[in-house]
C-alpha cells in the first residue's frame, strides 16, 4: 500500500483505486485534544483540494482538504463516539474517510513519507 503526504498534513493510503484519507501525526500534535470530527458524506464527489471534513480541537477548528479529487466511499463511523482515535493513532485507526480516484495523476504532486519527514522539519 503506497502512502502520499500533503503539505496541509492530509495523508492517503492508496490500495487499488481507493484511497484512504486521514490527518498526519504531526497534524493531531498541533492540534491537541480533538473533540467532534465532521466527516464528508458517503456517494459525495469531492475535488483536489476541497475542504471536505472538519476537525475540532480543545485549540480550533481546522478543515481537512481531500488530496485527491474522486468520490467519498466510506467515512470512519467510529470517529462520531470516538473522534480522540484521531490523536491516539492519527495515521491508522483515525482514518477519516475513503476515496475512489478520479486521476491517479493527481497523487503526483503529493510527497512521500521521506520528502513529508523533510517538509516537517523545516517547519
Known amino acids: 500500500m503506497s502512502r502520499y503526504f500533503s503539505k496541509d498534513h492530509e ?54 482538504y481531500t488530496p485527491v479529487s474522486g468520490e467519498v466511499t466510506d467515512a470512519n463511523p467510529a470517529l462520531a463516539d470516538a473522534p480522540e482515535l484521531v490523536n491516539a493513532d492519527a495515521e491508522t485507526s483515525g482514518w477519516l474517510f475513503r476515496v475512489k480516484l478520479a486521476d491517479a495523476g493527481e497523487l503526483g504532486d503529493l510527497m512521500d513519507e521521506a520528502a513529508y519527514k523533510d517538509y516537517v522539519d523545516g517547519l
Not at 487499488?16 to 500534535?29: E, K, L, M, P
Open 11 to 64: 495523508w492517503i493510503a492508496i490500495d487499488g483505486d481507493t484511497g484512504t484519507v486521514g490527518i498526519t501525526d504531526y497534524a493531531q500534535g498541533q492540534l491537541g485534544d480533538i473533540t467532534f470530527v465532521e466527516l464528508p458524506a458517503v456517494g459525495q464527489a469531492v475535488k483536489k483540494g476541497d475542504s471536505v471534513s472538519v476537525v475540532d480541537s480543545v485549540k480550533a477548528a481546522s478543515d481537512v
